[in-house]
């Protein structure tokens, strides 16, 4: 199984390319960004070492579904997805903020609960929580954006304090985080699902917010699967789910959370191939459509590289 992890186009027009985490990001023309959305899969904020077949397309056609289903709501930088692993969009200027909504303790926010954390980026928690039990109402807890190493927790206080963001601005992202929640919730709940907790990042052009990025992922969301999630909770249980989480845990058991001295566990064949079945997984179930493999048998990125041209050509 062949998996991408690596691009390196040249396109008509091209500016610069970014290398992130997941996605590299060629800007073309200062107006319009190529967003390749690779195999790769990070984890602690740290790249491991295999690349998971299909998991590229997997967040892209994700993505791409959420943001038109939710274009009513805020505008995005969407404009086509000329190749079934890459988006091309409006350039904006990104915030360097992300904007994180939870309806569920869990994951990171338990771990620091579990510590005795009571309040998470200014916003207060409720005393006597279990694991996986709901919040009162969905909470915003923002983190810094980093280039590299750790996303910090910063509070809206801090946030426009520190002139990372206006006031007038985030009042805009915290309306337009709360609503495309909902809808993602409404989506997730169709297909069995329950949206935990999720990431949005917005940049502004022309003086206007928009959505950028990816949106409803498994790298950036979690799913819950609704059926059995009130019974896993009163037993006190695991919840069953579909998210990156289960990576984050098989890391975390073979003793590696990026800290100093742990080494990366090795990634086998296998164990690649079994988290892009999860993947494929999660498209299907959140989607409700079967997910159909791009083809891998010629030169990934000379596809992508003939897709993306073609429909740069168009827009010239």
């Known amino acids: 199984m062949k998996a991408l992890t690596r691009t390196d186009f040249l396109f008509e027009g091209q500016k610069s390319v970014y290398h992130g985490k997941v996605r590299d990001v060629y800007d073309i023309d200062d107006d319009l960004l ?8 990070s984890a602690f904020d740290v790249i491991l070492p295999k690349g998971i077949p299909y ?32 988006t091309v969009g409006l350039k904006c200027e990104g915030f360097r903020v992300e904007m994180i909504i939870r309806s569920i303790l869990t994951g990171s926010a338990w771990r620091a609960y579990q510590e005795g954390c009571r309040e998470l980026c200014g916003v207060p928690l409720p005393e006597g929580m279990r694991e996986n039990e709901r919040f009162p109402e969905p909470i915003i807890t923002p983190t810094t954006k980093a280039d590299e190493g750790h996303d910090m927790n910063i509070s809206r206080e ?19 985080t709360r609503k ?5 919730q409404e989506i997730a709940a169709r297909h069995g699902l329950i949206l935990v907790d999720t990431k949005y990042e917005f940049g502004k052009r022309d003086g ?109």
């Open 158 to 176: 801090e946030i426009i304090a520190q002139g990372l963001v206006s006031a007038d601005d985030y009042a805009v992202m915290e309306d337009y």
């Open 180 to 184: 495309l929640f909902a809808r993602g």
């Open 55 to 86: 998991k590229g397309q997997v967040l892209n056609q994700i993505a791409a579904q959420f943001l038109d289903s939710t274009s009513d709501i805020c505008p995005n930088w969407k404009l086509a997805t000329p190749d079934p692993m890459v």
């Open 34 to 41: 190529v967003m390749v959305a690779t195999d790769r899969i």
């Open 208 to 316: 206007k917010v928009y959505l950028i990025d990816e949106i409803h992922t498994p790298d950036s969301s979690r799913y819950f699967y609704a059926d059995g999630y009130e019974e896993n909770l009163a037993a006190g249980k695991p919840q069953r789910q579909l998210s990156k989480e289960f990576v984050r845990q098989w890391l975390i058991e073979h003793n590696f959370m990026n800290e100093p001295g742990q080494t990366m566990p090795e990634i086998t064949d296998e164990y690649a191939e079994s988290v892009s079945e999860r993947y494929i997984e999660l498209y299907e179930h959140i989607t409700g459509e079967k997910f159909l493999k791009a083809d891998t048998g010629a030169d990934i990125a000379a596809r992508i590289e003939k897709n993306v041209s073609e429909y740069l050509k168009t827009r010239a």
